[in-house]
C-alpha cells in the first residue's frame, strides 16, 4: 500500500466526519430549524462549551462505570469462552442458552436490577455487563472451536496434551477474535451503561439525557451524546492499538497490500 492511501485511509474519517457536519448545519440554517427540535452543530458546540464542567462530571461517571462492567464482561467472557470452546459437550450444551440470552433486551432487566440493587451504579454496572460479554465469550468460543483437526493430532502425536493444545496454541490463535470482540464490546457497554443511567440513575450521560430532554435543552442532550461517542471511539481505538502491537502475526498480510 503506498504512502498516499495510507495517508486517505487515515484521513477518511475525519473528511466524512466533517462533511457531515458542515452539511448538518447548512440544512439547519436553509431550513431554519427550531433549536428546540433539531439543535445545529454550532448550538450543539455552544452548549458544551456552557455546559463543559457538568458535562465532564457526568462523562466521568459514565465512563468509570462502563469500565468496571466491561472489565467483568472480560472476564466472563474470556472464561465461558474457553469453556465453551474447549469442549464439544460445552458448546453444545451452552451455546444455545448463552445465544437465547443474548436475544432478550437488556433494558428489560434493568427494573429487575433497580429491584435487586436500588437505583445508582449497581445496574449501570450489570447492564454494562449484560450487554457486552456475549460478544467477548462468542468470539474467545469460536477460536478455540474452529482450531484444525490436522493441527491438533499433529500435537498429539508430538505428545502434546489437550491443556497444552489449548493454551499453547488455541489461546494465541484466539487473540485476534479476542481483540476484535473488545472493540465491539466497549462500544455495547457505553449503551447499557447511558441507557441504565436513564432510568435508574442520578448521575451519568444518562441522567443528564433526560434532564436536558425535560428543560428542552435539546443542544445539550445532544452534547452529551456526542461525548459518548466520543468515549466509546477513543477506547475502540485504544483496542485497535493495543491489537496491532500484541498481534502483528496475524495482521502481516494485510499490512502489505
Known amino acids: ?31 431554519d430549524v427550531s433549536e428546540f427540535i433539531f439543535p445545529s452543530p454550532v448550538r450543539i458546540a455552544s452548549q458544551i462549551a456552557e455546559f463543559h464542567s457538568e458535562l465532564l462530571r ?16 472480560i472476564v466472563v467472557g474470556v472464561l465461558l469462552g474457553f469453556l465453551i470452546g474447549s469442549s464439544r459437550l460445552a458448546y453444545a450444551a451452552v451455546y444455545p442458552l448463552m445465544t437465547a440470552f443474548n436475544a432478550l433486551p437488556k433494558a428489560a432487566f434493568i427494573p429487575i436490577l433497580v429491584v435487586w440493587f436500588g437505583i445508582g451504579v449497581g445496574p449501570a454496572v450489570l447492564t454494562a455487563f449484560l450487554i457486552s460479554f456475549f460478544p467477548i465469550m462468542v468470539n474467545i468460543a469460536t477460536g478455540l472451536a474452529t482450531l484444525e483437526p ?32 473488545l472493540k465491539v464490546a466497549i462500544t ?45 471511539m477513543i477506547m475502540y481505538e485504544v483496542f485497535s492499538v493495543v491489537e496491532k502491537r500484541t498481534t502483528g502475526w496475524a495482521h502481516r498480510g494485510s499490512q502489505n497490500h
Open 58 to 73: 457526568h462523562a466521568w461517571h459514565t465512563f468509570w462505570v462502563t469500565m468496571v462492567g466491561f472489565a467483568i464482561a
Open 188 to 232: 455495547l457497554a457505553f449503551v447499557g451503561t447511558t441507557v441504565s443511567e436513564m432510568t435508574a440513575a442520578n448521575e451519568g450521560i444518562g441522567y443528564l439525557l433526560i434532564s436536558a430532554g425535560s428543560a428542552m435543552q435539546m443542544g445539550l442532550a445532544f452534547g452529551g451524546l456526542v461525548i459518548v461517542g466520543a468515549m466509546a
Open 150 to 181: 490436522e493441527l491438533e493430532d499433529v500435537l498429539r502425536v508430538l505428545g502434546a496434551r489437550r491443556w497444552d493444545v489449548l493454551i499453547k496454541v488455541g489461546l494465541p490463535r484466539s487473540m485476534p477474535y479476542f481483540y476484535g470482540s
Open 1 to 31: 500500500m503506498s504512502l498516499s492511501s495510507r495517508q486517505m485511509e487515515r484521513w477518511a474519517p475525519w473528511a466524512l466526519l466533517l462533511f457531515v457536519i458542515a452539511l448538518w448545519q447548512v440544512l439547519c440554517t436553509a431550513l
